[in-house]
Protein backbone atom coordinates (compact mmCIF):
# COMPACT_ATOMS: atom_id res chain seq x y z
CA UNK A 1 0.00 0.00 0.00
CA UNK A 2 1.45 3.35 -0.97
CA UNK A 3 2.27 5.79 2.19
CA UNK A 4 -0.64 8.47 1.47
CA UNK A 5 -3.12 5.90 2.50
CA UNK A 6 -1.39 5.25 5.85
CA UNK A 7 -1.42 9.20 6.30
CA UNK A 8 -5.16 9.41 5.18
CA UNK A 9 -6.53 7.06 7.78
CA UNK A 10 -4.29 8.17 10.40
CA UNK A 11 -5.38 11.99 9.67
CA UNK A 12 -9.25 10.81 9.55
CA UNK A 13 -8.60 8.62 12.55
CA UNK A 14 -6.97 11.75 14.74
CA UNK A 15 -9.97 13.98 13.07
CA UNK A 16 -12.48 11.47 14.44
CA UNK A 17 -10.45 10.73 18.02
CA UNK A 18 -10.80 14.88 18.40
CA UNK A 19 -14.74 14.14 18.34
CA UNK A 20 -14.44 11.32 20.60
CA UNK A 21 -12.46 13.30 22.77
CA UNK A 22 -15.20 16.17 23.35
CA UNK A 23 -17.57 13.51 24.13
CA UNK A 24 -15.18 11.76 26.94
CA UNK A 25 -14.54 15.48 28.10
CA UNK A 26 -18.28 15.38 29.20
CA UNK A 27 -17.73 12.02 30.96
CA UNK A 28 -14.33 13.44 32.74
CA UNK A 29 -15.98 17.05 33.57
CA UNK A 30 -18.30 15.23 35.52
CA UNK A 31 -16.65 12.63 37.09
CA UNK A 32 -13.92 15.28 38.22
CA UNK A 33 -16.44 17.46 39.93
CA UNK A 34 -19.30 15.60 40.47
CA UNK A 35 -17.45 12.35 41.22
CA UNK A 36 -20.33 10.25 39.77
CA UNK A 37 -19.40 8.00 36.73
CA UNK A 38 -22.03 8.54 33.89
CA UNK A 39 -22.56 5.04 32.91
CA UNK A 40 -25.26 6.33 30.69
CA UNK A 41 -23.43 8.30 28.69
CA UNK A 42 -23.07 6.95 25.91
CA UNK A 43 -27.12 6.70 25.61
CA UNK A 44 -27.20 10.47 26.82
CA UNK A 45 -25.20 11.50 23.64
CA UNK A 46 -27.49 9.13 20.97
CA UNK A 47 -30.25 11.49 22.64
CA UNK A 48 -28.26 14.35 21.13
CA UNK A 49 -28.70 12.97 18.34
CA UNK A 50 -31.79 12.03 17.35
CA UNK A 51 -32.39 15.52 18.40
CA UNK A 52 -30.51 16.37 15.22
CA UNK A 53 -31.78 14.05 13.33
CA UNK A 54 -35.29 15.44 14.32
CA UNK A 55 -34.39 19.18 14.13
CA UNK A 56 -32.58 17.92 10.79
CA UNK A 57 -36.02 16.53 8.89
CA UNK A 58 -37.83 19.24 10.19
CA UNK A 59 -35.72 22.63 9.10
CA UNK A 60 -32.80 20.96 7.52
CA UNK A 61 -30.54 23.15 9.40
CA UNK A 62 -26.57 22.30 9.18
CA UNK A 63 -25.53 20.03 11.78
CA UNK A 64 -23.04 22.47 12.83
CA UNK A 65 -25.64 25.50 13.01
CA UNK A 66 -27.64 22.90 15.03
CA UNK A 67 -24.81 22.65 18.07
CA UNK A 68 -25.73 25.61 19.73
CA UNK A 69 -29.19 24.52 20.39
CA UNK A 70 -28.60 21.29 20.70
CA UNK A 71 -26.12 21.74 23.50
CA UNK A 72 -27.98 24.03 25.02
CA UNK A 73 -30.60 21.20 25.25
CA UNK A 74 -28.85 19.00 26.58
CA UNK A 75 -27.75 20.86 29.45
CA UNK A 76 -30.75 21.66 30.67
CA UNK A 77 -31.40 17.86 30.12
CA UNK A 78 -28.50 17.35 32.55
CA UNK A 79 -29.30 19.88 34.75
CA UNK A 80 -32.40 18.61 35.75
CA UNK A 81 -30.74 15.13 35.61
CA UNK A 82 -28.57 15.74 38.29
CA UNK A 83 -31.05 18.00 40.41
CA UNK A 84 -33.97 15.87 40.47
CA UNK A 85 -32.61 12.47 40.02
CA UNK A 86 -28.57 12.17 40.74
CA UNK A 87 -27.90 14.15 43.33
CA UNK A 88 -29.07 12.23 46.24
CA UNK A 89 -26.98 9.04 44.83
CA UNK A 90 -23.52 11.51 45.67
CA UNK A 91 -23.01 10.19 48.48
CA UNK A 92 -24.17 6.50 48.22
CA UNK A 93 -21.46 3.84 46.94
CA UNK A 94 -20.37 3.14 43.41
CA UNK A 95 -22.35 0.26 42.52
CA UNK A 96 -25.10 1.99 43.50
CA UNK A 97 -24.23 4.85 41.13
CA UNK A 98 -23.57 1.83 38.90
CA UNK A 99 -27.06 0.81 39.22
CA UNK A 100 -29.20 4.09 39.26
CA UNK A 101 -27.45 5.09 35.77
CA UNK A 102 -27.74 1.94 33.98
CA UNK A 103 -31.03 2.38 34.76
CA UNK A 104 -31.63 5.41 32.87
CA UNK A 105 -29.72 4.45 30.45
CA UNK A 106 -31.78 1.37 29.92
CA UNK A 107 -34.73 3.39 29.84
CA UNK A 108 -33.30 6.07 27.44
CA UNK A 109 -32.04 4.00 24.93
CA UNK A 110 -35.75 2.04 24.80
CA UNK A 111 -37.64 5.12 24.77
CA UNK A 112 -35.51 6.27 21.86
CA UNK A 113 -35.96 2.61 20.30
CA UNK A 114 -39.89 2.76 20.58
CA UNK A 115 -40.10 6.25 18.42
CA UNK A 116 -37.59 5.80 15.81
CA UNK A 117 -37.42 2.39 15.39
CA UNK A 118 -33.96 0.14 15.18
CA UNK A 119 -32.80 1.46 11.85
CA UNK A 120 -30.03 3.36 11.53
CA UNK A 121 -30.45 7.01 10.97
CA UNK A 122 -28.13 9.80 9.58
CA UNK A 123 -28.13 13.07 8.10
CA UNK A 124 -27.09 14.35 4.36
CA UNK A 125 -25.59 16.96 4.06
CA UNK A 126 -24.22 18.67 1.01
CA UNK A 127 -20.34 18.51 1.40
CA UNK A 128 -20.72 14.91 3.00
CA UNK A 129 -18.20 13.42 0.05
CA UNK A 130 -16.36 16.88 -0.19
CA UNK A 131 -13.03 16.67 0.69
CA UNK A 132 -9.32 18.70 1.02
CA UNK A 133 -6.40 17.52 -0.67
CA UNK A 134 -3.12 18.95 0.72
CA UNK A 135 -0.33 17.32 -1.12
CA UNK A 136 -0.44 13.01 -0.83
CA UNK A 137 -3.06 13.72 1.53
CA UNK A 138 -7.02 13.86 1.22
CA UNK A 139 -9.16 15.17 4.23
CA UNK A 140 -12.71 14.87 4.20
CA UNK A 141 -14.42 17.86 4.81
CA UNK A 142 -16.88 16.43 7.40
CA UNK A 143 -14.54 14.76 9.72
CA UNK A 144 -12.44 18.13 9.29
CA UNK A 145 -15.19 20.32 10.25
CA UNK A 146 -16.39 18.31 13.16
CA UNK A 147 -13.12 18.28 14.32
CA UNK A 148 -12.42 22.14 14.48
CA UNK A 149 -16.02 22.18 16.45
CA UNK A 150 -15.01 19.87 18.73
CA UNK A 151 -11.88 22.33 19.29
CA UNK A 152 -13.86 24.94 19.99
CA UNK A 153 -16.30 23.55 22.32
CA UNK A 154 -13.47 22.24 24.12
CA UNK A 155 -11.49 25.56 24.09
CA UNK A 156 -14.73 27.29 24.79
CA UNK A 157 -15.52 25.63 28.19
CA UNK A 158 -11.94 25.46 29.34
CA UNK A 159 -11.69 29.01 29.17
CA UNK A 160 -14.69 29.03 31.21
CA UNK A 161 -13.30 26.50 34.44
CA UNK A 162 -10.20 28.73 34.00
CA UNK A 163 -11.39 31.89 33.49
CA UNK A 164 -15.11 32.77 35.28
CA UNK A 165 -16.13 33.23 38.21
CA UNK A 166 -18.86 30.35 37.64
CA UNK A 167 -15.97 28.16 36.35
CA UNK A 168 -14.05 28.68 39.38
CA UNK A 169 -16.31 28.45 41.86
CA UNK A 170 -16.73 24.83 40.61
CA UNK A 171 -13.53 24.07 40.84
CA UNK A 172 -13.29 24.72 43.96
CA UNK A 173 -16.17 22.58 44.66
CA UNK A 174 -13.91 19.70 42.85
CA UNK A 175 -11.06 20.60 44.87
CA UNK A 176 -12.74 20.87 47.93
CA UNK A 177 -16.48 19.56 48.75
CA UNK A 178 -16.47 20.84 52.38
CA UNK A 179 -14.45 24.10 51.97
CA UNK A 180 -17.05 25.17 49.02
CA UNK A 181 -20.08 24.51 51.35
CA UNK A 182 -18.53 27.05 54.15
CA UNK A 183 -17.69 29.59 52.01
CA UNK A 184 -21.15 29.88 50.98
CA UNK A 185 -21.45 27.72 47.58
CA UNK A 186 -24.78 26.42 47.01
CA UNK A 187 -23.52 23.15 45.46
CA UNK A 188 -25.90 21.22 44.48
CA UNK A 189 -26.57 24.30 41.88
CA UNK A 190 -23.13 24.05 40.49
CA UNK A 191 -23.28 20.00 40.50
CA UNK A 192 -26.42 20.50 38.63
CA UNK A 193 -24.56 22.97 36.52
CA UNK A 194 -21.64 20.51 35.61
CA UNK A 195 -23.71 17.52 34.85
CA UNK A 196 -25.49 20.09 32.34
CA UNK A 197 -22.19 21.16 31.16
CA UNK A 198 -20.69 17.40 30.17
CA UNK A 199 -23.76 16.87 28.71
CA UNK A 200 -24.07 20.04 26.88
CA UNK A 201 -20.39 18.42 25.75
CA UNK A 202 -21.36 15.23 25.06
CA UNK A 203 -24.64 16.65 22.79
CA UNK A 204 -21.73 18.48 20.68
CA UNK A 205 -20.26 15.89 20.35
CA UNK A 206 -23.31 13.87 19.06
CA UNK A 207 -23.94 16.48 16.95
CA UNK A 208 -20.85 16.25 14.97
CA UNK A 209 -20.29 12.81 14.80
CA UNK A 210 -23.57 12.82 13.17
CA UNK A 211 -21.83 13.87 10.16
CA UNK A 212 -19.08 11.15 10.63
CA UNK A 213 -21.57 7.83 11.38
CA UNK A 214 -24.87 6.36 11.55
CA UNK A 215 -26.96 6.68 14.39
CA UNK A 216 -29.00 3.65 16.05
CA UNK A 217 -30.71 3.53 19.23
CA UNK A 218 -28.51 0.58 20.43
CA UNK A 219 -25.25 2.02 20.30
CA UNK A 220 -25.56 4.05 23.70
CA UNK A 221 -23.25 1.38 25.51
CA UNK A 222 -19.95 1.44 23.01
CA UNK A 223 -19.98 4.58 23.55
CA UNK A 224 -20.38 4.58 26.87
CA UNK A 225 -17.24 2.22 27.19
CA UNK A 226 -15.48 4.06 23.86
CA UNK A 227 -15.94 7.51 25.96
CA UNK A 228 -14.26 5.73 29.51
CA UNK A 229 -11.38 4.37 27.67
CA UNK A 230 -10.37 7.77 26.10
CA UNK A 231 -10.83 9.63 29.43
CA UNK A 232 -8.53 6.65 31.41
CA UNK A 233 -6.27 6.94 28.94
CA UNK A 234 -5.96 10.59 29.11
CA UNK A 235 -6.31 11.16 32.84
CA UNK A 236 -9.48 11.24 34.37
CA UNK A 237 -10.61 14.60 35.38
CA UNK A 238 -7.97 16.35 33.33
CA UNK A 239 -9.07 18.43 30.17
CA UNK A 240 -6.50 18.13 27.71
CA UNK A 241 -6.16 14.97 28.52
CA UNK A 242 -9.07 13.58 26.96
CA UNK A 243 -8.77 15.13 23.46
CA UNK A 244 -5.34 13.88 23.37
CA UNK A 245 -6.56 10.19 24.85
CA UNK A 246 -9.43 10.90 22.15
CA UNK A 247 -6.47 11.71 19.37
CA UNK A 248 -4.30 8.28 20.71
CA UNK A 249 -7.51 5.97 20.56
CA UNK A 250 -9.01 7.71 17.20
CA UNK A 251 -5.82 6.88 15.80
CA UNK A 252 -5.06 3.45 17.55
CA UNK A 253 -8.19 2.38 16.27
CA UNK A 254 -7.81 4.17 12.49
CA UNK A 255 -4.82 2.44 12.16
CA UNK A 256 -5.80 -1.00 13.41
CA UNK A 257 -8.78 -1.37 11.33
CA UNK A 258 -6.47 -0.71 8.22
CA UNK A 259 -3.54 -2.93 9.53
CA UNK A 260 -5.38 -5.69 11.10
CA UNK A 261 -9.17 -6.71 11.50
CA UNK A 262 -12.15 -3.56 11.41
CA UNK A 263 -13.87 -5.68 14.00
CA UNK A 264 -11.11 -6.31 15.90
CA UNK A 265 -10.14 -2.63 16.46
CA UNK A 266 -11.39 -2.05 19.82
CA UNK A 267 -9.40 -5.03 21.12
CA UNK A 268 -6.86 -2.21 20.72
CA UNK A 269 -7.97 0.55 22.33
CA UNK A 270 -8.98 -2.22 25.52
CA UNK A 271 -5.00 -3.47 25.39
CA UNK A 272 -4.70 0.57 25.68
CA UNK A 273 -6.46 0.58 28.45
CA UNK A 274 -5.31 -1.98 30.71
CA UNK A 275 -1.53 -0.88 30.21
CA UNK A 276 -2.47 2.85 31.04
CA UNK A 277 -4.56 1.41 34.26
CA UNK A 278 -1.57 -0.89 35.45
CA UNK A 279 1.38 1.52 34.27
CA UNK A 280 -0.21 4.95 34.76
CA UNK A 281 -3.48 4.77 36.49
CA UNK A 282 -3.56 8.48 36.74
CA UNK A 283 -3.57 8.56 32.90
CA UNK A 284 -1.36 10.32 30.44
CA UNK A 285 -2.17 13.96 31.83
CA UNK A 286 -3.84 13.37 35.25
CA UNK A 287 -1.53 13.86 38.41
CA UNK A 288 -1.00 11.40 40.65
CA UNK A 289 -3.20 11.92 44.26
CA UNK A 290 -3.21 9.57 46.68
CA UNK B 1 -18.85 -25.58 61.70
CA UNK B 2 -22.26 -27.20 60.25
CA UNK B 3 -23.43 -26.55 63.92
CA UNK B 4 -22.92 -22.89 63.94
CA UNK B 5 -24.77 -22.51 60.30
CA UNK B 6 -27.82 -21.67 62.14
CA UNK B 7 -26.54 -19.83 65.07
CA UNK B 8 -28.34 -16.31 65.70
CA UNK B 9 -31.22 -17.11 63.12
CA UNK B 10 -34.65 -16.72 65.01
CA UNK B 11 -37.20 -19.66 64.53
CA UNK B 12 -39.67 -17.87 62.02
CA UNK B 13 -35.86 -17.40 59.51
CA UNK B 14 -35.89 -20.84 59.86
CA UNK B 15 -39.57 -22.19 59.23
CA UNK B 16 -39.03 -19.74 55.87
CA UNK B 17 -35.86 -21.56 54.67
CA UNK B 18 -37.38 -24.61 55.12
CA UNK B 19 -40.72 -23.89 53.36
CA UNK B 20 -38.76 -22.29 50.50
CA UNK B 21 -36.25 -25.78 50.33
CA UNK B 22 -39.40 -27.73 50.31
CA UNK B 23 -41.46 -25.68 47.35
CA UNK B 24 -38.05 -25.41 45.84
CA UNK B 25 -37.57 -29.52 45.80
CA UNK B 26 -41.06 -30.03 44.84
CA UNK B 27 -41.35 -27.10 42.17
CA UNK B 28 -41.05 -29.19 38.86
CA UNK B 29 -44.16 -31.58 39.99
CA UNK B 30 -47.20 -28.34 39.93
CA UNK B 31 -45.26 -25.89 37.89
CA UNK B 32 -45.84 -25.86 34.60
CA UNK B 33 -43.42 -25.76 31.70
CA UNK B 34 -43.18 -22.15 31.33
CA UNK B 35 -42.99 -21.22 35.08
CA UNK B 36 -40.45 -24.35 35.27
CA UNK B 37 -38.01 -22.11 32.60
CA UNK B 38 -39.07 -19.20 34.40
CA UNK B 39 -37.58 -20.73 37.50
CA UNK B 40 -34.11 -21.92 35.87
CA UNK B 41 -33.47 -18.09 34.66
CA UNK B 42 -34.30 -17.21 38.53
CA UNK B 43 -31.63 -19.46 39.44
CA UNK B 44 -28.95 -19.10 37.28
CA UNK B 45 -29.18 -15.25 38.18
CA UNK B 46 -29.34 -16.19 42.33
CA UNK B 47 -26.49 -18.54 41.61
CA UNK B 48 -23.96 -16.21 39.65
CA UNK B 49 -25.36 -13.30 41.84
CA UNK B 50 -24.16 -15.16 44.66
CA UNK B 51 -20.93 -15.47 43.12
CA UNK B 52 -20.70 -12.05 42.48
CA UNK B 53 -21.94 -11.09 46.05
CA UNK B 54 -18.25 -13.12 47.19
CA UNK B 55 -16.63 -10.12 45.32
CA UNK B 56 -18.46 -7.06 45.95
CA UNK B 57 -21.16 -7.94 48.84
CA UNK B 58 -18.07 -9.57 51.18
CA UNK B 59 -15.02 -8.27 50.41
CA UNK B 60 -15.97 -5.02 48.45
CA UNK B 61 -14.60 -5.07 44.72
CA UNK B 62 -16.65 -3.92 42.67
CA UNK B 63 -16.12 -6.25 39.58
CA UNK B 64 -18.61 -5.36 36.03
CA UNK B 65 -17.14 -8.32 34.03
CA UNK B 66 -18.53 -11.30 35.54
CA UNK B 67 -19.89 -12.27 31.66
CA UNK B 68 -15.94 -13.60 31.38
CA UNK B 69 -16.34 -16.01 33.62
CA UNK B 70 -19.65 -17.32 32.57
CA UNK B 71 -18.18 -17.30 28.86
CA UNK B 72 -14.78 -18.55 30.02
CA UNK B 73 -16.88 -21.41 31.67
CA UNK B 74 -19.22 -22.14 28.87
CA UNK B 75 -16.87 -22.01 25.92
CA UNK B 76 -14.36 -23.92 27.71
CA UNK B 77 -17.10 -26.91 28.57
CA UNK B 78 -19.03 -26.31 25.27
CA UNK B 79 -15.60 -26.61 23.18
CA UNK B 80 -14.21 -29.76 25.18
CA UNK B 81 -17.81 -31.32 24.14
CA UNK B 82 -17.89 -30.82 21.15
CA UNK B 83 -14.64 -31.03 19.82
CA UNK B 84 -13.46 -34.12 22.07
CA UNK B 85 -17.15 -35.52 23.21
CA UNK B 86 -15.91 -34.48 26.36
CA UNK B 87 -19.03 -34.28 29.08
CA UNK B 88 -19.59 -31.42 31.00
CA UNK B 89 -18.76 -32.67 34.62
CA UNK B 90 -15.24 -33.63 33.27
CA UNK B 91 -15.36 -30.56 30.99
CA UNK B 92 -15.73 -28.76 34.54
CA UNK B 93 -12.30 -29.86 35.59
CA UNK B 94 -10.80 -27.16 32.78
CA UNK B 95 -13.71 -24.69 33.14
CA UNK B 96 -13.15 -23.66 36.58
CA UNK B 97 -9.79 -23.44 37.01
CA UNK B 98 -9.38 -21.64 33.23
CA UNK B 99 -12.20 -19.10 35.12
CA UNK B 100 -10.19 -19.02 37.93
CA UNK B 101 -6.80 -18.28 36.66
CA UNK B 102 -8.41 -15.75 34.58
CA UNK B 103 -9.83 -14.33 37.49
CA UNK B 104 -6.02 -14.22 39.65
CA UNK B 105 -4.30 -12.79 36.67
CA UNK B 106 -7.00 -9.90 36.71
CA UNK B 107 -6.73 -9.97 40.87
CA UNK B 108 -3.20 -9.84 40.59
CA UNK B 109 -2.83 -6.69 38.16
CA UNK B 110 -5.28 -4.57 40.14
CA UNK B 111 -3.79 -5.37 43.29
CA UNK B 112 -0.61 -5.78 42.75
CA UNK B 113 -0.77 -1.84 40.47
CA UNK B 114 -2.96 -0.96 43.39
CA UNK B 115 -6.15 -0.20 40.31
CA UNK B 116 -9.27 0.34 43.21
CA UNK B 117 -12.76 1.70 42.99
CA UNK B 118 -14.27 2.85 39.77
CA UNK B 119 -10.60 2.12 38.49
CA UNK B 120 -11.11 -1.89 38.89
CA UNK B 121 -14.45 -1.78 37.91
CA UNK B 122 -13.40 -0.30 34.66
CA UNK B 123 -10.42 -2.73 34.57
CA UNK B 124 -12.71 -5.93 34.34
CA UNK B 125 -15.18 -4.48 31.63
CA UNK B 126 -11.73 -3.78 29.85
CA UNK B 127 -10.88 -7.76 30.20
CA UNK B 128 -14.39 -9.23 29.45
CA UNK B 129 -14.48 -7.02 26.60
CA UNK B 130 -11.36 -7.94 25.27
CA UNK B 131 -12.23 -11.65 25.74
CA UNK B 132 -15.80 -10.28 23.96
CA UNK B 133 -14.08 -9.37 20.65
CA UNK B 134 -10.98 -11.97 21.33
CA UNK B 135 -13.60 -14.61 20.97
CA UNK B 136 -14.68 -12.99 17.63
CA UNK B 137 -12.37 -14.05 15.96
CA UNK B 138 -11.09 -17.10 17.64
CA UNK B 139 -12.11 -20.02 15.26
CA UNK B 140 -11.97 -23.18 16.91
CA UNK B 141 -14.89 -22.08 19.17
CA UNK B 142 -16.55 -21.06 16.24
CA UNK B 143 -16.03 -17.08 16.08
CA UNK B 144 -18.50 -15.08 16.05
CA UNK B 145 -20.63 -17.38 13.68
CA UNK B 146 -21.38 -19.02 17.26
CA UNK B 147 -20.63 -22.13 18.94
CA UNK B 148 -23.34 -24.83 18.90
CA UNK B 149 -24.16 -27.94 21.08
CA UNK B 150 -26.03 -31.36 19.39
CA UNK B 151 -29.14 -31.22 19.90
CA UNK B 152 -31.10 -34.14 19.55
CA UNK B 153 -34.55 -35.42 20.91
CA UNK B 154 -33.77 -37.12 24.32
CA UNK B 155 -36.34 -39.80 25.44
CA UNK B 156 -34.59 -39.62 29.22
CA UNK B 157 -32.54 -36.96 31.08
CA UNK B 158 -29.01 -37.30 31.04
CA UNK B 159 -27.52 -35.88 34.35
CA UNK B 160 -23.87 -36.68 33.17
CA UNK B 161 -23.83 -35.50 29.96
CA UNK B 162 -26.83 -32.50 31.06
CA UNK B 163 -28.96 -33.51 28.13
CA UNK B 164 -32.39 -32.93 28.78
CA UNK B 165 -35.77 -30.77 29.59
CA UNK B 166 -36.03 -28.05 31.78
CA UNK B 167 -36.41 -30.18 35.04
CA UNK B 168 -32.75 -31.67 34.67
CA UNK B 169 -31.75 -27.81 34.66
CA UNK B 170 -33.72 -27.27 37.16
CA UNK B 171 -32.28 -29.38 39.89
CA UNK B 172 -29.01 -29.30 38.57
CA UNK B 173 -29.46 -24.86 39.57
CA UNK B 174 -31.38 -25.31 42.50
CA UNK B 175 -28.42 -27.63 43.93
CA UNK B 176 -26.07 -25.13 42.86
CA UNK B 177 -27.89 -22.11 44.32
CA UNK B 178 -28.31 -23.74 47.75
CA UNK B 179 -24.71 -24.83 47.72
CA UNK B 180 -23.62 -21.46 47.13
CA UNK B 181 -26.20 -20.30 50.11
CA UNK B 182 -24.90 -22.44 52.27
CA UNK B 183 -21.33 -22.42 51.25
CA UNK B 184 -21.30 -18.33 51.56
CA UNK B 185 -22.96 -18.48 54.93
CA UNK B 186 -20.02 -20.70 56.04
CA UNK B 187 -17.57 -18.20 54.35
CA UNK B 188 -19.19 -15.38 56.22
CA UNK B 189 -18.55 -17.00 59.81
CA UNK B 190 -15.46 -18.35 59.07
CA UNK B 191 -12.33 -16.45 59.42
CA UNK B 192 -11.86 -15.21 55.93
CA UNK B 193 -15.06 -13.77 56.00
CA UNK B 194 -14.74 -11.48 58.99
CA UNK B 195 -11.42 -11.12 57.17
CA UNK B 196 -13.14 -9.93 53.62
CA UNK B 197 -15.81 -7.70 55.03
CA UNK B 198 -12.80 -5.49 57.36
CA UNK B 199 -11.32 -4.97 53.95
CA UNK B 200 -14.48 -4.08 52.70
CA UNK B 201 -15.15 -1.32 55.37
CA UNK B 202 -11.89 -0.12 55.26
CA UNK B 203 -8.96 -1.56 53.91
CA UNK B 204 -6.42 0.83 55.57
CA UNK B 205 -7.15 -0.32 58.78
CA UNK B 206 -7.29 -3.83 57.96
CA UNK B 207 -4.29 -4.04 56.67
CA UNK B 208 -2.73 -1.95 59.82
CA UNK B 209 -4.51 -4.74 62.11
CA UNK B 210 -2.05 -7.58 59.67
CA UNK B 211 -4.94 -8.91 57.39
CA UNK B 212 -2.65 -9.69 54.15
CA UNK B 213 -5.15 -7.63 52.35
CA UNK B 214 -3.77 -8.59 48.68
CA UNK B 215 -4.17 -12.48 49.53
CA UNK B 216 -7.33 -12.21 50.61
CA UNK B 217 -9.15 -10.00 47.63
CA UNK B 218 -7.45 -12.50 45.62
CA UNK B 219 -9.03 -15.67 47.48
CA UNK B 220 -12.04 -13.55 46.80
CA UNK B 221 -11.95 -13.16 43.21
CA UNK B 222 -10.66 -16.50 42.53
CA UNK B 223 -13.57 -18.26 44.27
CA UNK B 224 -16.25 -15.69 42.73
CA UNK B 225 -14.45 -16.61 39.44
CA UNK B 226 -14.95 -20.36 39.73
CA UNK B 227 -18.55 -20.21 40.80
CA UNK B 228 -19.57 -17.89 38.43
CA UNK B 229 -18.00 -20.60 35.61
CA UNK B 230 -20.07 -23.41 36.86
CA UNK B 231 -23.07 -21.14 35.80
CA UNK B 232 -21.37 -20.91 32.37
CA UNK B 233 -21.31 -24.52 32.06
CA UNK B 234 -24.80 -24.99 32.92
CA UNK B 235 -25.31 -22.01 30.25
CA UNK B 236 -24.02 -23.67 27.46
CA UNK B 237 -25.63 -26.53 27.98
CA UNK B 238 -28.70 -25.08 28.58
CA UNK B 239 -28.78 -23.14 25.53
CA UNK B 240 -27.07 -25.31 23.34
CA UNK B 241 -25.23 -22.08 21.43
CA UNK B 242 -23.27 -19.45 22.46
CA UNK B 243 -22.32 -16.18 20.50
CA UNK B 244 -19.15 -14.29 21.84
CA UNK B 245 -21.39 -11.20 21.16
CA UNK B 246 -24.19 -12.19 23.27
CA UNK B 247 -22.43 -14.26 26.51
CA UNK B 248 -19.13 -11.62 26.73
CA UNK B 249 -21.04 -8.77 26.76
CA UNK B 250 -21.46 -6.08 29.06
CA UNK B 251 -25.76 -6.43 29.15
CA UNK B 252 -24.69 -9.70 30.42
CA UNK B 253 -22.92 -8.60 33.29
CA UNK B 254 -24.62 -6.18 34.03
CA UNK B 255 -27.53 -8.45 34.95
CA UNK B 256 -25.70 -10.42 36.85
CA UNK B 257 -25.10 -8.03 39.32
CA UNK B 258 -29.18 -6.58 38.99
CA UNK B 259 -30.26 -9.24 41.06
CA UNK B 260 -27.93 -9.17 44.01
CA UNK B 261 -27.94 -4.99 44.23
CA UNK B 262 -31.62 -4.62 44.12
CA UNK B 263 -31.94 -7.77 46.35
CA UNK B 264 -29.26 -6.78 48.74
CA UNK B 265 -25.43 -6.34 48.50
CA UNK B 266 -23.45 -8.32 50.95
CA UNK B 267 -26.67 -10.23 52.36
CA UNK B 268 -27.19 -13.70 51.50
CA UNK B 269 -30.61 -13.48 50.54
CA UNK B 270 -30.18 -10.92 48.40
CA UNK B 271 -29.25 -12.46 45.37
CA UNK B 272 -31.74 -15.10 45.15
CA UNK B 273 -34.26 -12.64 46.36
CA UNK B 274 -33.59 -10.13 43.65
CA UNK B 275 -33.47 -12.86 40.94
CA UNK B 276 -37.19 -13.74 41.98
CA UNK B 277 -37.85 -9.92 42.16
CA UNK B 278 -36.68 -8.89 39.05
CA UNK B 279 -37.09 -12.07 37.09
CA UNK B 280 -40.83 -11.95 37.90
CA UNK B 281 -41.21 -8.45 36.69
CA UNK B 282 -40.25 -8.88 33.49
CA UNK B 283 -42.63 -12.21 33.27
CA UNK B 284 -45.15 -10.26 34.59
CA UNK B 285 -44.22 -7.00 32.46
CA UNK B 286 -44.34 -9.17 29.25
CA UNK B 287 -47.63 -10.75 30.46
CA UNK B 288 -49.26 -7.70 31.14
CA UNK B 289 -48.37 -5.91 27.85
CA UNK B 290 -49.52 -8.92 26.25
CA UNK B 291 -52.94 -8.59 27.71
CA UNK B 292 -53.11 -4.54 26.75
CA UNK B 293 -51.85 -5.44 23.38
CA UNK B 294 -49.04 -3.10 23.39
CA UNK B 295 -46.47 -4.91 21.20
CA UNK B 296 -43.37 -2.50 20.83
CA UNK B 297 -40.12 -3.26 20.89
CA UNK B 298 -38.52 -1.62 23.86
CA UNK B 299 -41.81 -0.96 25.77
CA UNK B 300 -41.30 -4.05 28.36
CA UNK B 301 -37.36 -2.76 29.12
CA UNK B 302 -38.43 0.89 29.33
CA UNK B 303 -40.95 -0.51 32.40
CA UNK B 304 -38.29 -2.23 33.55
CA UNK B 305 -35.89 0.37 33.94
CA UNK B 306 -38.49 2.58 35.34
CA UNK B 307 -39.00 -0.24 38.10
CA UNK B 308 -35.19 -0.68 38.27
CA UNK B 309 -34.76 3.36 39.17
CA UNK B 310 -37.86 2.96 41.80
CA UNK B 311 -36.84 0.51 43.61
CA UNK B 312 -33.24 1.75 43.76
CA UNK B 313 -34.22 5.15 44.74
CA UNK B 314 -36.63 3.89 47.42
CA UNK B 315 -34.68 1.12 49.24
CA UNK B 316 -30.68 2.07 48.61
CA UNK B 317 -29.60 -1.00 50.48
CA UNK B 318 -32.02 -3.44 48.60
CA UNK B 319 -34.91 -4.76 48.98
CA UNK B 320 -33.57 -8.02 51.83
CA UNK B 321 -32.27 -5.42 54.13
CA UNK B 322 -35.59 -3.90 54.32
CA UNK B 323 -37.73 -6.56 54.41
CA UNK B 324 -35.72 -8.28 57.30
CA UNK B 325 -35.77 -5.05 59.56
CA UNK B 326 -39.52 -4.83 58.87
CA UNK B 327 -40.24 -8.51 59.68
CA UNK B 328 -36.94 -9.30 61.67
CA UNK B 329 -35.51 -12.22 60.23
CA UNK B 330 -32.23 -11.37 60.96
CA UNK B 331 -31.38 -12.02 64.73
CA UNK B 332 -28.14 -10.46 65.27
CA UNK B 333 -28.04 -6.57 64.78
CA UNK B 334 -25.80 -5.96 61.70
Not at chain 1, 262 to 276: C, G, H, Q, W
Not at chain 2, 237 to 245: H, I, K, Q, S, V
Not at chain 2, 254 to 259: D, G, K, N, S, V
Not at chain 2, 272 to 294: C, H, K, N, Q, S
Request: hydrophobic share 55%.
Amino acid sequence: MPLSIYLNVAIGGILTGLVYGLMALGLSVIFGVVRVVNFAHGEMMTVAMYIVIVLFSAFHLDPLVMLVPVAAAMFCFGYVLQKGVINPFITRPEHSQFLLLVGIGLVISNVLLIVFGPDAQNVQVGYAFDSYQIGPVIIDATKLYAAIGAIVVASALYVFFQYTRLGTAIRACADNYTGALVVGLDVKHLYALTFGLGLACVGAAGTMLLLIFDVTPSVGPAYTLLAFVIVITGGLGSMPGALIGGVLIGLTEAMAGLLFNPSAKSMFSFAILVLVLLFRPQGIMGKRTA
Amino acid sequence: MIAHLFDGLPRRTLLLLALLLLIGLTAPLYAGDYLLTVLVVILYFAYVGQAWNIMMGFAGQLSLGHALYVGLGAYTAAALYVHFGIGPWIGLFAAVPIAALAGAVIGFLAFRFRVGGVYFAILTIAFAEFARVGFDHFGWIGASAGLFLPVKQFTHNNLWLLRGNPTLFYYVLLVATVAAFVGCRMLLQSRVGYFWRAIREDEEAARALGINTFRYKMLAVVISAAMTSFAGVVFAFYYNNLFPEQVFNIGQSIEIILAPIVGGVGTLFGPILGAFVLTGLAETLTRILEVVGVDLPGAKQVFYGICLLLVIMALPDGIWPWLSERFKLTGRPK
